[in-house]
């Protein structure tokens, strides 16, 4: 299982920008897909998963309404819209995967996570 994400990058405050990751190696329509981020000096923290089986979807309070969490079977790929970024939103971003299809309660937990991507890193400035 290989998860390569990828699109972060600079941008402004109030700016846009969408994360990719491409998953091989695991079907998306089973388990749970999940978004992670860490800034400097801060432990890991869940933005959005979302379950395949019934596509349920968790937001972190600091991102919902903002950002968004889609997947495209035929590209084995899930997306983060991110919209409205601030700063706060600085940090490298993770894509994640487990084969267990997590309960809303468990989704944020990293240590159920099985696979991860290599992170890709999103700077919010002006």
Known sequence: VQLQASGGGLVQPGGSLRLSCVVSGFSLRSGTIGWFRQAPGKEREGVSCMRQSDRST????????????????????????????????????YCAATTRGLIWSSMFATQYYNYWGQGTLVTVSS
């Open 58 to 93: 968790r937001y972190a309070d600091s991102v919902r309404g903002r950002f968004t969490m889609s997947r495209d079977h035929a590209k084995n790929t899930v997306y983060l819209q991110m919209n409205s970024l601030q700063p706060e939103d600085t940090a490298v971003y």
